[in-house]
C-alpha cells in the first residue's frame, strides 16, 4: 500500500505541475492577447487614419498588428510558464526562415512596399491617366503589389508597383487646366504676324480652350523648310478623350483658316544637282 500512495502523489504532484505550467502560459497568453485587442490594434488604426492611409493600408496595418499580437501573447506564455530556453531556440530557427524567405521574396516585398507608399502619397489615383517609360493608359486599380492599367488601345497592363515608385510618372490630369503645345510650320515668305493672329484668333473661336490662361504663340525655330511658330493652349478638366479633340478640332481649324488666307505650311523636300557622266568603254578585239 505504501508503495502505491506514493505513486498516487507522485503522479498528483507532476499533474499538478503541468496544470500550474499551463495555467501560467494561459494567463500570459490571455493577458497580452486582450491588452492587444483592446488598446494595440486600435491605437494602430487611429494613428494609420490619421496619417490619411488608404483603407487598403488601414487593413493592411490592423492585420500586421494583429499577427504580432498573437506571436508576442505566445512568446510572453512560453516566457512565464518557464519555457525560455524552447522560446529562443524557437526564435533563432524562425529568423533564419525569415531571413531566408526576405532573401527569396525581396521583388515582392520591394513592390508591397512601394503599394504602401502609392496608396499613401497618391501620386496618382483609379480613373486617373498616366504615363511611365513610354507607356500610358488609365489607372484602373491600385493594389498593394501591383496596378492595373488600361491602354488607350483597351488592352491591360499589369504593373509591379516598384516600377511606378521608382521611375518618373506623368499624370497630365492632376490638376484643374492643362496646356498643350503644336508647331505650325510656315513657309519663310508668309506673313509671321498675320499667321499668328490666326492661330490666337482660331484658339480664342473654340469653346473648351480657356481665354484665361490666354493663348499664345511663340516663334521656335527656323527649320530647312518652314518657320515654327509653337501655339501654346489651355484647356479645363483635362481627359485624355477630350484634350485630343480639342487639339484636333483646333489644329483642323488653323490649317483651314491658313489656306484661306494663304498662308503656306510648306513639307521638307529635297532637291537633286549635278550631272551624270557616262563613259562608254570598248573592248580591243584580240
Same mark, same amino acid.
Given at each position: 500500500?505504501?508503495?502505491?500512495?506514493?505513486?498516487?502523489? =507522485? +503522479?498528483?504532484?507532476?499533474?499538478?505541475? &503541468?496544470?500550474?505550467?499551463?495555467?501560467?502560459?494561459?494567463?500570459?497568453?490571455?493577458?497580452?492577447?486582450?491588452?492587444? *485587442?483592446?488598446?494595440? @490594434?486600435?491605437?494602430?488604426? !487611429?494613428?494609420?487614419?490619421? !496619417?490619411?492611409?488608404?483603407?487598403?493600408?488601414?487593413?493592411?496595418?490592423?492585420?500586421?498588428? $494583429?499577427?504580432?499580437?498573437?506571436?508576442?501573447? &505566445?512568446? &510572453?506564455?512560453?516566457?512565464?510558464?518557464?519555457?525560455?530556453?524552447?522560446?529562443?531556440?524557437?526564435?533563432?530557427?524562425?529568423?533564419?526562415?525569415?531571413?531566408?524567405?526576405?532573401?527569396?521574396?525581396?521583388?515582392? +516585398?520591394? $513592390?508591397?512596399?512601394?503599394?504602401?507608399?502609392?496608396? *499613401?502619397?497618391?501620386?496618382?489615383?483609379?480613373?486617373?491617366?498616366?504615363?511611365?517609360? =513610354?507607356?500610358?493608359? %488609365?489607372?484602373?486599380? /491600385?493594389?498593394? %503589389?501591383?496596378?492595373?492599367? %488600361?491602354?488607350? #488601345?483597351?488592352?491591360?497592363?499589369?504593373?509591379? $508597383?516598384?516600377?511606378?515608385?521608382? $521611375?518618373?510618372?506623368?499624370?497630365?490630369?492632376?490638376?484643374?487646366?492643362?496646356?498643350?503645345?503644336?508647331?505650325?510650320? &510656315?513657309?519663310?515668305?508668309?506673313? /509671321?504676324?498675320?499667321?499668328?493672329?490666326?492661330?490666337?484668333?482660331?484658339?480664342?473661336?473654340? #469653346?473648351?480652350?480657356?481665354?484665361?490662361?490666354?493663348?499664345?504663340? !511663340?516663334?521656335?525655330?527656323?527649320?530647312?523648310?518652314?518657320?515654327?511658330?509653337?501655339?501654346? /493652349?489651355?484647356?479645363? #478638366?483635362?481627359?485624355?478623350?477630350?484634350?485630343? %479633340?480639342?487639339?484636333?478640332?483646333?489644329?483642323?481649324?488653323? *490649317?483651314?483658316?491658313? #489656306?484661306?488666307?494663304? @498662308?503656306?505650311?510648306?513639307?521638307?523636300?529635297?532637291?537633286?544637282? =549635278?550631272?551624270?557622266?557616262?563613259?562608254?568603254?570598248?573592248?580591243?578585239?584580240?
Amino acid at each position: 500500500m505504501v508503495p502505491l500512495q506514493f505513486g498516487l502523489t =507522485g +503522479l498528483a504532484a507532476t499533474l499538478a505541475g &503541468i496544470l500550474f505550467t499551463v495555467f501560467l502560459f494561459a494567463a500570459g497568453f490571455v493577458a497580452v492577447l486582450l491588452i492587444g *485587442k483592446v488598446v494595440a @490594434i486600435p491605437a494602430v488604426e !487611429r494613428t494609420l487614419g490619421s !496619417r490619411g492611409f488608404d483603407e487598403a493600408v488601414l487593413s493592411l496595418g490592423s492585420s500586421v498588428a $494583429n499577427a504580432v499580437i498573437w506571436v508576442a501573447a &505566445i512568446a &510572453i506564455g512560453f516566457t512565464i510558464a518557464g519555457y525560455g530556453a524552447f522560446l529562443s531556440a524557437f526564435a533563432v530557427f524562425g529568423g533564419a526562415i525569415a531571413l531566408a524567405i526576405g532573401f527569396a521574396a525581396q521583388d515582392l +516585398l520591394g $513592390n508591397f512596399v512601394a503599394g504602401v507608399f502609392i496608396l *499613401k502619397d497618391k501620386p496618382f489615383e483609379v480613373g486617373d491617366w498616366i504615363e511611365w517609360n =513610354g507607356n500610358a493608359g %488609365r489607372v484602373e486599380d /491600385i493594389d498593394l %503589389r501591383v496596378s492595373r492599367v %488600361r491602354t488607350f #488601345d483597351n488592352e491591360r497592363i499589369t504593373v509591379p $508597383n516598384g516600377d511606378l515608385a521608382n $521611375n518618373a510618372v506623368t499624370n497630365p490630369v492632376a490638376y484643374e487646366t492643362l496646356r498643350q503645345k503644336f508647331v505650325f510650320g &510656315i513657309g519663310y515668305d508668309d506673313d /509671321i504676324d498675320e499667321a499668328t493672329d490666326i492661330i490666337v484668333e482660331e484658339a480664342e473661336s473654340h #469653346d473648351e480652350i480657356l481665354d484665361d490662361p490666354a493663348p499664345s504663340v !511663340r516663334l521656335t525655330e527656323l527649320g530647312d523648310s518652314a518657320v515654327g511658330l509653337q501655339a501654346r /493652349i489651355w484647356i479645363a #478638366d483635362p481627359d485624355r478623350g477630350d484634350f485630343v %479633340r480639342v487639339r484636333s478640332e483646333y489644329v483642323a481649324a488653323v *490649317k483651314e483658316a491658313f #489656306d484661306d488666307a494663304g @498662308i503656306d505650311m510648306p513639307y521638307v523636300h529635297r532637291q537633286l544637282t =549635278g550631272s551624270v557622266e557616262v563613259v562608254e568603254a570598248v573592248a580591243d578585239d584580240e
